[in-house]
């Protein structure tokens, strides 16, 4: 039976940190699910569409990863989708605290699913979707922060 790791997120747009994440999950696990939760409160740039599509061509070449979308309480998904964790990524000590609460109240609602958390790469501990939004919607430049694909879809929307 092969590990599957879920890695959930709004992912507004994927970044290179994300990417990063995602690479060495698969390093641990034999497949990741990059879950895109729809999260209408943070009212997302991208459609959740739009998100998956950009996620697919991001991943396209990563082997055992594929992006799907979840509207339903997460261990739920996990145990769904025959998950055996959730990973999530801690830039920051300011990350740490809410991550916690999370993966204490999914291990209370569902003890076999475990909490995995990673750093992301040196390079990407600053990186946020936020950060890098607020960036290209000032027409500053994105290269390197984001996939090809994100970044000029990014171009597209602030544009209009």
Not at 81 to 109: C, K
Not at 132 to 146: C, D, M, P, R, T
Request: glycine letters at 6%; proline letters at 4%; zero cysteines.
């Amino acid at each position: 039976m092969s590990r599957l790791a879920i890695y959930p997120g709004t992912f507004d747009p994927i970044t290179n940190g994300h990417i990063d994440l995602i690479q060495r999950t698969l390093k641990i696990f034999d497949k990741v699910i990059v879950a895109v939760a729809p999260s209408p409160r943070k009212q997302p740039l991208f459609t959740i569409e739009e998100r998956l599509a950009l996620i697919k061509k991001a991943i396209a070449g990563f082997k055992g990863a594929r992006a799907e979308s979840f509207d339903s309480l997460l261990v739920d998904y996990v145990k769904d989708s025959r998950g055996i964790a959730i990973v999530r990524g801690l830039r920051a000590v300011s990350d740490f605290e809410y991550e916690l609460q999370m993966a204490l109240m999914n291990r209370r609602l569902d003890t076999n699913i475990e909490s995995v958390f990673m750093m992301p790469s040196e390079e990407y501990t600053f990186l946020t979707s936020t950060m890098v939004k607020e960036v290209a919607s000032f027409g500053g430049s994105v290269k390197g922060l984001v996939p090809e694909a994100v970044e000029k879809a990014l171009l597209r929307k602030f544009r209009k």
